[in-house]
Protein backbone atom coordinates (compact mmCIF):
# COMPACT_ATOMS: atom_id res chain seq x y z
CA UNK A 1 0.00 0.00 0.00
CA UNK A 2 1.67 3.56 -0.70
CA UNK A 3 2.01 5.55 1.69
CA UNK A 4 0.46 9.04 2.61
CA UNK A 5 4.12 10.25 2.62
CA UNK A 6 4.52 9.12 -0.99
CA UNK A 7 1.27 9.88 -2.25
CA UNK A 8 2.17 14.00 -1.21
CA UNK A 9 5.16 13.81 -3.33
CA UNK A 10 3.53 12.43 -6.34
CA UNK A 11 0.60 15.01 -5.90
CA UNK A 12 3.39 17.46 -5.86
CA UNK A 13 5.32 16.45 -8.41
CA UNK A 14 2.44 15.75 -10.72
CA UNK A 15 1.29 19.43 -9.66
CA UNK A 16 4.46 21.24 -10.66
CA UNK A 17 4.45 19.29 -13.95
CA UNK A 18 0.50 21.00 -14.52
CA UNK A 19 2.03 24.66 -13.28
CA UNK A 20 4.79 24.11 -15.96
CA UNK A 21 2.65 23.80 -18.87
CA UNK A 22 -0.29 25.97 -17.21
CA UNK A 23 2.10 29.15 -16.84
CA UNK A 24 3.84 28.67 -20.59
CA UNK A 25 0.22 27.98 -21.70
CA UNK A 26 -0.89 31.43 -20.41
CA UNK A 27 2.15 32.89 -22.08
CA UNK A 28 1.46 32.11 -25.42
CA UNK A 29 -2.09 33.74 -24.79
CA UNK A 30 -0.62 36.62 -23.61
CA UNK A 31 1.57 36.99 -26.93
CA UNK A 32 -1.91 38.27 -28.32
CA UNK A 33 -1.28 41.46 -26.85
CA UNK A 34 1.05 41.40 -29.97
CA UNK A 35 -1.23 39.69 -33.09
CA UNK A 36 -2.40 36.41 -33.69
CA UNK A 37 0.69 35.64 -35.74
CA UNK A 38 2.39 36.14 -33.10
CA UNK A 39 0.24 33.63 -30.66
CA UNK A 40 0.61 30.82 -33.82
CA UNK A 41 4.50 31.47 -33.21
CA UNK A 42 4.64 30.72 -30.29
CA UNK A 43 2.10 27.87 -30.14
CA UNK A 44 4.64 25.98 -32.58
CA UNK A 45 7.31 26.57 -30.18
CA UNK A 46 4.66 25.71 -27.41
CA UNK A 47 3.79 22.55 -29.27
CA UNK A 48 7.63 21.37 -29.73
CA UNK A 49 7.74 20.13 -26.01
CA UNK A 50 3.94 19.15 -24.78
CA UNK A 51 2.67 17.85 -28.24
CA UNK A 52 5.91 15.72 -28.55
CA UNK A 53 5.97 12.26 -27.81
CA UNK A 54 7.50 12.89 -24.16
CA UNK A 55 5.80 15.94 -23.26
CA UNK A 56 2.19 14.44 -24.44
CA UNK A 57 3.05 11.18 -21.51
CA UNK A 58 4.60 13.63 -19.19
CA UNK A 59 1.32 15.69 -19.34
CA UNK A 60 -1.00 13.16 -19.12
CA UNK A 61 0.88 11.23 -16.76
CA UNK A 62 0.64 14.21 -14.44
CA UNK A 63 -3.07 15.01 -14.85
CA UNK A 64 -3.88 11.52 -14.36
CA UNK A 65 -1.95 11.25 -11.17
CA UNK A 66 -2.95 14.16 -10.29
CA UNK A 67 -6.78 13.99 -10.35
CA UNK A 68 -6.73 10.68 -9.21
CA UNK A 69 -4.70 12.17 -5.96
CA UNK A 70 -7.25 14.33 -5.61
CA UNK A 71 -10.19 12.16 -5.58
CA UNK A 72 -7.94 9.60 -3.13
CA UNK A 73 -7.34 12.66 -0.62
CA UNK A 74 -11.65 13.53 -0.37
CA UNK A 75 -12.38 9.80 -0.36
CA UNK A 76 -9.75 9.75 2.85
CA UNK A 77 -10.96 12.78 4.31
CA UNK A 78 -13.41 11.87 7.45
CA UNK A 79 -14.85 15.98 7.27
CA UNK A 80 -15.41 18.97 4.99
CA UNK A 81 -14.63 21.46 8.15
CA UNK A 82 -11.35 23.09 6.53
CA UNK A 83 -9.71 26.63 6.17
CA UNK A 84 -11.49 28.75 3.63
CA UNK A 85 -8.16 28.38 1.22
CA UNK A 86 -8.10 25.09 1.24
CA UNK A 87 -11.84 24.41 0.63
CA UNK A 88 -11.44 27.41 -2.71
CA UNK A 89 -7.94 24.96 -3.39
CA UNK A 90 -10.47 21.78 -3.59
CA UNK A 91 -13.24 23.12 -4.54
CA UNK A 92 -11.40 25.33 -7.77
CA UNK A 93 -9.75 21.97 -8.69
CA UNK A 94 -13.69 19.82 -8.30
CA UNK A 95 -14.85 22.16 -10.95
CA UNK A 96 -11.76 22.65 -13.09
CA UNK A 97 -12.64 18.82 -15.67
CA UNK A 98 -15.98 20.45 -15.68
CA UNK A 99 -15.02 23.66 -17.02
CA UNK A 100 -12.35 22.58 -19.41
CA UNK A 101 -13.69 19.49 -20.88
CA UNK A 102 -14.86 21.29 -23.98
CA UNK A 103 -11.62 22.92 -24.92
CA UNK A 104 -9.22 19.73 -24.23
CA UNK A 105 -11.50 17.24 -26.16
CA UNK A 106 -11.74 20.04 -29.27
CA UNK A 107 -8.07 20.79 -29.04
CA UNK A 108 -6.06 17.27 -27.77
CA UNK A 109 -8.23 14.80 -28.22
CA UNK A 110 -8.82 15.31 -31.63
CA UNK A 111 -5.42 16.18 -33.03
CA UNK A 112 -4.79 12.91 -31.32
CA UNK A 113 -7.47 10.80 -33.02
CA UNK A 114 -7.89 12.66 -36.49
CA UNK A 115 -4.50 15.27 -36.53
CA UNK A 116 -6.54 18.06 -36.85
CA UNK A 117 -4.78 20.88 -35.20
CA UNK A 118 -6.94 24.24 -33.70
CA UNK A 119 -4.56 26.90 -33.66
CA UNK A 120 -5.87 30.19 -32.60
CA UNK A 121 -7.98 31.72 -35.16
CA UNK A 122 -10.41 28.54 -34.71
CA UNK A 123 -10.30 28.28 -30.52
CA UNK A 124 -10.76 32.43 -30.64
CA UNK A 125 -13.73 32.23 -32.69
CA UNK A 126 -15.45 29.34 -30.92
CA UNK A 127 -14.68 31.11 -27.90
CA UNK A 128 -15.90 34.91 -29.61
CA UNK A 129 -19.84 32.98 -30.50
CA UNK A 130 -20.80 34.34 -27.54
CA UNK A 131 -20.59 36.33 -24.32
CA UNK A 132 -21.50 33.28 -22.36
CA UNK A 133 -18.58 30.99 -24.36
CA UNK A 134 -16.33 34.37 -23.43
CA UNK A 135 -17.47 34.44 -19.53
CA UNK A 136 -17.50 30.94 -19.65
CA UNK A 137 -13.15 31.09 -21.05
CA UNK A 138 -12.45 33.77 -18.70
CA UNK A 139 -14.07 31.93 -15.58
CA UNK A 140 -12.14 28.71 -16.20
CA UNK A 141 -8.76 30.37 -16.82
CA UNK A 142 -8.88 32.33 -13.33
CA UNK A 143 -9.70 29.17 -11.75
CA UNK A 144 -7.38 26.54 -13.24
CA UNK A 145 -4.74 29.49 -12.10
CA UNK A 146 -5.96 29.91 -8.70
CA UNK A 147 -6.06 26.42 -7.65
CA UNK A 148 -2.21 26.34 -9.17
CA UNK A 149 -1.04 29.25 -6.85
CA UNK A 150 -3.39 27.96 -3.68
CA UNK A 151 -1.70 24.58 -4.51
CA UNK A 152 1.78 25.97 -4.58
CA UNK A 153 1.38 28.50 -1.59
CA UNK A 154 0.33 25.40 0.73
CA UNK A 155 3.34 23.57 -0.40
CA UNK A 156 5.44 26.37 -0.33
CA UNK A 157 4.41 28.18 3.03
CA UNK A 158 6.37 26.88 5.97
CA UNK A 159 9.42 27.49 3.86
CA UNK A 160 11.90 29.41 4.71
CA UNK A 161 13.52 31.08 1.59
CA UNK A 162 10.20 31.23 0.22
CA UNK A 163 9.54 34.27 2.67
CA UNK A 164 12.05 36.50 0.24
CA UNK A 165 10.49 35.27 -3.14
CA UNK A 166 6.83 35.41 -2.27
CA UNK A 167 6.62 39.11 -3.44
CA UNK A 168 7.93 37.98 -7.03
CA UNK A 169 5.49 34.74 -6.55
CA UNK A 170 2.32 37.10 -5.55
CA UNK A 171 3.67 39.53 -8.85
CA UNK A 172 3.06 36.83 -11.20
CA UNK A 173 0.22 34.92 -9.75
CA UNK A 174 -1.78 38.44 -10.47
CA UNK A 175 0.09 39.69 -13.41
CA UNK A 176 0.40 36.78 -15.73
CA UNK A 177 -3.48 35.83 -16.00
CA UNK A 178 -3.96 39.40 -16.71
CA UNK A 179 -2.05 39.54 -19.35
CA UNK A 180 -3.23 36.37 -20.80
CA UNK A 181 -6.29 37.65 -20.66
CA UNK A 182 -5.67 40.37 -22.52
CA UNK A 183 -3.80 38.23 -24.71
CA UNK A 184 -6.92 36.47 -25.49
CA UNK A 185 -9.29 39.30 -25.77
CA UNK A 186 -7.41 41.64 -27.91
CA UNK A 187 -6.86 38.22 -29.84
CA UNK A 188 -10.96 37.68 -30.27
CA UNK A 189 -11.10 41.72 -31.94
CA UNK A 190 -8.48 40.82 -34.94
CA UNK A 191 -9.42 37.09 -35.35
CA UNK A 192 -12.13 37.45 -38.13
CA UNK A 193 -8.90 39.00 -40.67
CA UNK A 194 -6.83 36.24 -39.85
CA UNK A 195 -7.39 32.88 -42.06
CA UNK A 196 -8.04 29.60 -40.61
CA UNK A 197 -4.85 27.03 -39.24
CA UNK A 198 -3.96 25.21 -42.56
CA UNK A 199 -5.39 21.65 -41.82
CA UNK A 200 -4.99 19.29 -44.34
CA UNK A 201 -7.40 16.44 -42.53
CA UNK A 202 -10.90 17.02 -41.01
CA UNK A 203 -11.39 17.49 -37.87
CA UNK A 204 -14.11 15.64 -35.33
CA UNK A 205 -17.53 17.46 -35.84
CA UNK A 206 -18.55 20.29 -32.96
CA UNK A 207 -21.60 18.30 -31.91
CA UNK A 208 -19.30 14.50 -31.37
CA UNK A 209 -16.96 16.90 -29.49
CA UNK A 210 -19.54 18.01 -26.90
CA UNK A 211 -21.39 15.12 -26.71
CA UNK A 212 -18.01 13.48 -25.36
CA UNK A 213 -17.15 16.25 -23.58
CA UNK A 214 -21.28 15.74 -21.50
CA UNK A 215 -20.55 12.34 -20.93
CA UNK A 216 -16.96 12.92 -19.37
CA UNK A 217 -18.41 15.49 -16.96
CA UNK A 218 -21.55 13.42 -16.26
CA UNK A 219 -19.21 10.52 -15.63
CA UNK A 220 -16.79 12.78 -13.48
CA UNK A 221 -19.45 13.90 -11.54
CA UNK A 222 -21.19 10.85 -10.66
CA UNK A 223 -17.72 9.82 -9.39
CA UNK A 224 -17.60 12.87 -7.07
CA UNK A 225 -21.25 12.12 -5.59
CA UNK A 226 -20.13 8.44 -5.07
CA UNK A 227 -17.13 9.81 -2.99
CA UNK A 228 -19.30 11.91 -1.02
CA UNK A 229 -21.96 9.88 -0.60
CA UNK A 230 -19.78 7.18 1.16
CA UNK A 231 -19.18 9.81 3.98
CA UNK A 232 -23.26 9.71 4.63
CA UNK A 233 -23.69 5.79 4.16
CA UNK A 234 -22.67 3.94 7.44
CA UNK A 235 -19.56 1.95 6.92
CA UNK A 236 -18.76 -1.17 9.04
CA UNK A 237 -15.21 0.13 8.99
CA UNK A 238 -16.09 2.64 11.72
CA UNK A 239 -13.15 3.58 14.15
CA UNK A 240 -13.94 5.30 17.65
CA UNK A 241 -11.98 7.65 19.12
CA UNK A 242 -12.20 8.63 23.03
CA UNK A 243 -11.09 11.58 24.32
CA UNK A 244 -11.25 12.98 28.06
CA UNK A 245 -14.16 13.90 29.37
CA UNK A 246 -16.09 11.16 27.70
CA UNK A 247 -16.25 12.59 24.04
CA UNK A 248 -16.42 10.48 21.36
CA UNK A 249 -15.87 11.06 17.66
CA UNK A 250 -16.42 8.52 14.86
CA UNK A 251 -14.36 8.19 12.01
CA UNK A 252 -13.07 6.15 9.27
CA UNK A 253 -10.42 4.28 8.49
CA UNK A 254 -7.56 6.38 6.83
CA UNK A 255 -8.17 9.17 8.91
CA UNK A 256 -6.05 10.98 11.06
CA UNK A 257 -6.50 12.05 15.34
CA UNK A 258 -6.16 15.77 14.18
CA UNK A 259 -8.88 15.22 11.68
CA UNK A 260 -10.92 13.20 14.00
CA UNK A 261 -10.58 16.65 16.59
CA UNK A 262 -11.59 19.09 13.60
CA UNK A 263 -14.65 17.52 12.43
CA UNK A 264 -15.94 17.67 16.17
CA UNK A 265 -14.65 20.94 16.94
CA UNK A 266 -12.64 19.54 19.93
CA UNK A 267 -9.71 22.13 20.73
CA UNK A 268 -6.51 20.59 19.11
CA UNK A 269 -3.42 22.54 18.89
CA UNK A 270 -1.22 22.35 15.66
CA UNK A 271 0.57 25.16 14.80
CA UNK A 272 2.17 23.69 11.29
CA UNK A 273 -1.22 22.94 10.34
CA UNK A 274 -0.97 19.68 10.77
CA UNK A 275 2.34 18.50 8.47
CA UNK A 276 4.09 16.84 11.00
CA UNK A 277 6.70 19.89 11.45
CA UNK A 278 5.54 20.40 15.15
CA UNK A 279 5.01 18.19 18.05
CA UNK A 280 2.08 20.26 19.48
CA UNK A 281 -0.66 18.32 18.61
CA UNK A 282 0.79 15.41 19.62
CA UNK A 283 -1.23 13.17 22.13
CA UNK A 284 -1.14 10.44 24.18
CA UNK A 285 -2.42 6.92 23.44
CA UNK A 286 -4.07 5.61 26.90
CA UNK A 287 -5.59 2.48 24.91
CA UNK A 288 -5.94 0.66 22.11
CA UNK A 289 -2.13 1.67 20.99
CA UNK A 290 -1.07 -1.65 19.75
CA UNK A 291 -1.38 -2.84 16.73
CA UNK A 292 -1.98 0.79 15.48
CA UNK A 293 0.36 1.90 12.37
CA UNK A 294 3.98 2.57 13.94
CA UNK A 295 5.60 6.44 13.34
CA UNK A 296 7.74 6.90 10.35
CA UNK A 297 9.71 9.32 8.58
CA UNK A 298 8.65 12.55 9.83
CA UNK A 299 7.08 11.91 12.94
CA UNK A 300 8.87 9.31 14.08
CA UNK A 301 12.07 11.97 13.94
CA UNK A 302 9.71 14.88 15.65
CA UNK A 303 9.19 12.19 18.20
CA UNK A 304 12.52 12.01 18.87
CA UNK A 305 13.50 15.35 18.72
CA UNK A 306 11.57 15.88 21.97
CA UNK A 307 12.43 12.56 23.36
CA UNK A 308 8.89 11.24 23.30
CA UNK A 309 7.46 8.43 25.25
CA UNK A 310 6.56 5.21 24.05
CA UNK A 311 2.42 5.89 23.96
CA UNK A 312 3.10 9.86 22.45
CA UNK A 313 1.99 10.26 18.48
CA UNK A 314 1.26 13.20 16.69
CA UNK A 315 -2.28 13.39 16.17
CA UNK A 316 -1.59 14.34 12.31
CA UNK A 317 -0.05 11.66 11.45
CA UNK A 318 -1.56 8.84 13.42
CA UNK A 319 -4.03 7.37 11.11
CA UNK A 320 -5.88 4.18 13.61
CA UNK A 321 -7.04 1.31 12.43
CA UNK A 322 -9.24 0.34 15.48
CA UNK A 323 -10.56 1.74 18.28
CA UNK A 324 -8.81 4.17 20.69
CA UNK A 325 -8.10 6.09 23.54
CA UNK A 326 -6.20 9.61 23.20
CA UNK A 327 -5.71 12.85 25.77
CA UNK A 328 -4.01 16.10 23.95
CA UNK A 329 -1.04 16.65 25.36
CA UNK A 330 -0.61 20.61 24.59
CA UNK A 331 -3.49 22.35 26.20
CA UNK A 332 -5.51 24.21 23.67
CA UNK A 333 -8.53 25.30 25.62
CA UNK A 334 -7.58 28.98 25.03
CA UNK A 335 -5.64 28.53 22.11
CA UNK A 336 -8.40 29.59 19.37
CA UNK A 337 -6.83 27.19 16.56
CA UNK A 338 -9.05 24.44 16.07
CA UNK A 339 -6.05 22.51 14.57
CA UNK A 340 -5.80 24.98 11.96
CA UNK A 341 -2.50 26.75 10.44
CA UNK A 342 -1.59 30.47 11.61
CA UNK A 343 -3.14 33.03 8.80
CA UNK A 344 -0.18 35.34 9.51
CA UNK A 345 3.20 33.94 8.08
CA UNK A 346 4.53 35.50 11.41
CA UNK A 347 2.84 33.35 13.55
CA UNK A 348 5.92 30.79 12.74
CA UNK A 349 7.67 29.68 10.06
CA UNK A 350 10.35 27.60 9.83
CA UNK A 351 13.47 29.28 8.66
CA UNK A 352 17.81 28.87 8.01
CA UNK A 353 18.72 32.11 10.46
CA UNK A 354 21.98 32.46 11.95
CA UNK A 355 21.84 33.15 15.67
CA UNK A 356 23.60 35.61 17.96
CA UNK A 357 24.11 35.61 21.84
CA UNK A 358 25.39 37.80 23.42
CA UNK A 359 26.22 38.49 27.49
CA UNK A 360 28.44 40.86 29.31
CA UNK A 361 30.65 39.06 31.90
CA UNK A 362 30.55 40.11 35.93
CA UNK A 363 27.97 42.56 35.18
CA UNK A 364 25.66 41.07 37.93
CA UNK A 365 29.14 41.86 40.23
CA UNK A 366 29.36 45.57 38.74
CA UNK A 367 25.95 46.20 39.44
CA UNK A 368 25.46 45.36 42.96
CA UNK A 369 28.59 48.14 43.82
CA UNK A 370 26.34 51.01 41.15
CA UNK A 371 23.28 53.17 41.81
CA UNK A 372 20.24 52.04 40.14
CA UNK A 373 20.04 55.12 37.90
CA UNK A 374 23.69 55.03 36.66
CA UNK A 375 23.00 51.22 36.40
CA UNK A 376 20.33 51.72 33.98
CA UNK A 377 22.10 54.64 31.94
CA UNK A 378 24.91 52.19 31.48
CA UNK A 379 22.80 49.44 29.85
CA UNK A 380 21.07 51.91 27.84
CA UNK A 381 24.68 52.64 26.28
CA UNK A 382 25.33 48.72 26.18
CA UNK A 383 22.31 47.97 24.71
CA UNK A 384 22.57 51.26 21.69
CA UNK A 385 25.82 49.37 21.02
CA UNK A 386 24.33 46.22 20.44
CA UNK A 387 21.62 47.14 18.58
CA UNK A 388 23.93 49.48 16.09
CA UNK A 389 26.71 46.08 15.93
CA UNK A 390 23.38 43.90 14.84
CA UNK A 391 21.60 46.00 12.89
CA UNK A 392 24.86 48.13 11.46
CA UNK A 393 25.72 44.66 9.78
CA UNK A 394 22.47 43.56 8.55
CA UNK A 395 21.06 41.41 11.80
CA UNK A 396 17.83 42.08 13.94
CA UNK A 397 17.98 42.16 17.23
CA UNK A 398 15.33 39.67 18.92
CA UNK A 399 15.45 40.77 22.34
CA UNK A 400 17.57 42.01 25.53
CA UNK A 401 18.01 39.49 28.40
CA UNK A 402 19.16 41.37 31.57
CA UNK A 403 22.70 42.23 29.78
CA UNK A 404 22.40 39.88 27.22
CA UNK A 405 20.84 39.86 24.12
CA UNK A 406 19.74 37.74 21.53
CA UNK A 407 20.34 38.41 17.31
CA UNK A 408 18.88 36.88 14.24
CA UNK A 409 20.39 37.45 11.06
CA UNK A 410 19.09 35.78 7.39
CA UNK A 411 15.23 36.92 7.68
CA UNK A 412 15.55 38.08 4.61
CA UNK A 413 18.62 37.21 2.75
CA UNK A 414 20.25 33.45 2.15
CA UNK A 415 22.34 31.61 4.85
CA UNK A 416 25.93 32.33 3.70
CA UNK A 417 24.95 36.12 3.65
CA UNK A 418 23.48 35.37 7.38
CA UNK A 419 26.25 34.06 8.83
CA UNK A 420 28.73 36.60 7.10
CA UNK A 421 26.62 38.97 8.64
CA UNK A 422 26.71 37.41 12.23
CA UNK A 423 30.33 37.59 12.25
CA UNK A 424 30.49 40.54 10.99
CA UNK A 425 28.22 41.97 13.81
CA UNK A 426 30.20 39.82 16.60
CA UNK A 427 33.42 42.22 15.14
CA UNK A 428 31.53 44.99 15.72
CA UNK A 429 30.24 44.05 19.21
CA UNK A 430 33.62 43.63 19.88
CA UNK A 431 34.74 47.10 18.68
CA UNK A 432 31.98 48.64 20.72
CA UNK A 433 32.82 47.10 23.99
CA UNK A 434 36.02 48.54 23.46
CA UNK A 435 34.69 52.07 23.29
CA UNK A 436 32.61 51.91 25.82
CA UNK A 437 35.47 50.55 28.24
CA UNK A 438 37.35 54.07 26.81
CA UNK A 439 34.13 56.01 27.80
CA UNK A 440 33.46 54.30 31.11
CA UNK A 441 37.41 54.09 31.87
CA UNK A 442 36.93 56.16 35.12
CA UNK A 443 33.86 54.05 36.11
CA UNK A 444 35.07 50.61 35.94
CA UNK A 445 37.04 48.77 38.15
CA UNK A 446 37.79 46.11 35.33
CA UNK A 447 37.06 46.37 31.54
CA UNK A 448 34.05 44.68 30.43
CA UNK A 449 34.45 41.73 28.75
CA UNK A 450 31.81 39.75 26.77
CA UNK A 451 31.15 36.31 25.93
CA UNK A 452 29.08 35.51 22.19
CA UNK A 453 28.31 32.26 20.94
CA UNK A 454 26.85 32.09 16.92
CA UNK A 455 25.42 29.02 15.66
CA UNK A 456 23.45 28.87 12.23
CA UNK A 457 20.84 26.53 11.00
CA UNK A 458 16.90 25.92 11.25
CA UNK A 459 14.63 27.91 13.62
CA UNK A 460 10.81 28.54 13.82
CA UNK A 461 10.47 32.50 13.50
CA UNK A 462 7.33 33.81 14.35
CA UNK A 463 5.60 36.74 16.26
CA UNK A 464 5.75 34.70 20.33
CA UNK A 465 3.97 36.19 23.25
CA UNK A 466 0.64 37.31 24.70
CA UNK A 467 -1.76 39.93 23.81
CA UNK A 468 -0.03 42.91 23.21
CA UNK A 469 3.27 41.52 24.98
CA UNK A 470 4.35 39.67 22.15
CA UNK A 471 7.70 40.24 19.76
CA UNK A 472 8.94 38.46 17.04
CA UNK A 473 11.47 35.65 17.47
CA UNK A 474 12.81 32.35 17.30
CA UNK A 475 13.26 28.78 19.00
CA UNK A 476 14.71 25.49 18.27
CA UNK A 477 17.99 23.45 18.29
CA UNK A 478 19.72 26.45 16.58
CA UNK A 479 19.08 28.72 19.21
CA UNK A 480 19.49 26.88 22.29
CA UNK A 481 22.74 25.71 20.44
CA UNK A 482 23.91 29.26 20.12
CA UNK A 483 23.28 29.69 23.89
CA UNK A 484 25.33 26.95 24.98
CA UNK A 485 28.50 28.15 22.39
CA UNK A 486 27.75 31.75 24.51
CA UNK A 487 27.94 29.58 28.01
CA UNK A 488 30.59 27.98 26.58
CA UNK A 489 32.96 31.42 25.76
CA UNK A 490 32.45 32.29 29.54
CA UNK A 491 33.70 28.97 30.20
CA UNK A 492 37.04 29.32 27.93
CA UNK A 493 37.41 32.54 28.70
CA UNK A 494 36.83 33.95 25.44
CA UNK A 495 35.55 36.48 23.16
CA UNK A 496 33.46 34.10 20.89
CA UNK A 497 32.55 31.07 20.71
CA UNK A 498 31.17 29.63 16.93
CA UNK A 499 30.36 26.74 15.11
CA UNK A 500 32.54 24.88 12.36
CA UNK A 501 28.91 24.92 10.43
CA UNK A 502 28.24 28.71 10.58
CA UNK A 503 32.18 29.52 9.81
CA UNK A 504 32.34 26.63 6.53
CA UNK A 505 28.48 28.09 5.48
CA UNK A 506 30.01 32.21 5.57
CA UNK A 507 32.89 30.49 3.62
CA UNK A 508 35.43 32.47 5.42
CA UNK A 509 38.99 30.70 6.97
CA UNK A 510 40.21 31.12 10.60
CA UNK A 511 44.57 31.02 9.57
CA UNK A 512 46.38 29.57 12.63
CA UNK A 513 43.71 27.85 14.59
CA UNK A 514 42.56 24.65 14.98
CA UNK A 515 38.70 23.71 15.34
CA UNK A 516 37.48 21.42 18.30
CA UNK A 517 35.20 18.74 18.63
CA UNK A 518 33.36 19.72 21.78
CA UNK A 519 30.03 18.50 24.23
CA UNK A 520 27.57 21.42 24.37
CA UNK A 521 25.05 20.91 27.07
CA UNK A 522 21.40 19.11 25.83
CA UNK A 523 22.92 17.98 22.49
CA UNK A 524 23.92 14.42 22.35
CA UNK A 525 26.22 14.78 19.14
CA UNK A 526 29.52 16.59 19.69
CA UNK A 527 30.09 19.96 18.04
CA UNK A 528 32.87 20.99 15.84
CA UNK A 529 33.31 24.75 17.21
CA UNK A 530 35.81 27.60 16.96
CA UNK A 531 37.27 29.59 20.35
CA UNK A 532 38.56 32.84 18.98
CA UNK A 533 39.49 34.91 22.53
CA UNK A 534 39.93 37.90 20.91
CA UNK A 535 36.62 38.88 17.87
CA UNK A 536 39.14 41.46 16.14
CA UNK A 537 41.24 37.93 15.41
CA UNK A 538 38.71 38.10 12.45
CA UNK A 539 38.51 41.18 11.09
CA UNK A 540 41.35 40.36 8.99
CA UNK A 541 39.47 37.37 7.54
CA UNK A 542 35.93 39.03 6.83
CA UNK A 543 37.80 41.81 5.22
CA UNK A 544 39.34 39.11 2.60
CA UNK A 545 36.16 37.47 2.72
CA UNK A 546 34.59 40.37 1.78
CA UNK A 547 36.96 41.57 -1.43
CA UNK A 548 36.73 37.67 -2.58
CA UNK A 549 33.21 37.75 -2.69
Known amino acids: MISTAVKSRVHIASGLVLAVFIASHFTNHALGIVSIEVMERGRASFSLLWRSLPGTLLLYSALLVHVLLALD ?15 LKIGFGLSLPLLIADH ?16 YPEVLRAIGVSSGMIALYTV ?16 LRGRGWFQRFAPVFHMLAVVLPILALTGIFSGLRWVEAVPATANTVKGLPVATIYGIADIFRGCFLLLVAVLLAMKLLPRKDRILVRYPGGRV ?11 ASRSTGIAHASVCGGRGRCSTCRVQV ?59 AAAGQERTVAALFCDLRGFTQMSERKLPYDIVFFLNSYFATVGEAVTGAGGVVDKFIGDGAIALF ?37 PLRIAMGLHAGPAIVGQMGYDKVSSLTAVGDTINTASRLEGLAKMRDAELVVSADLVRIAGLSLPGRASEEMDIRGREARLETWIVPHVADIARSLAESRLSA
Do not use: K
Open 73 to 87: ALRRRNTLRMPLAEA
Open 104 to 119: VIATRLDYTLTGFVRG
Open 140 to 155: ALVIVWAHGCLGLWFW
Open 249 to 259: VTISAGTSILE
Open 286 to 344: LSGLEGQPEAEGRERATLRSISAGADVRLACQLRPVHDLTVAPIVDAGHVRQLAMPARD
Open 410 to 446: GLETDLPHACRQALEAAVRLGEGVERLNRSFRSELDA
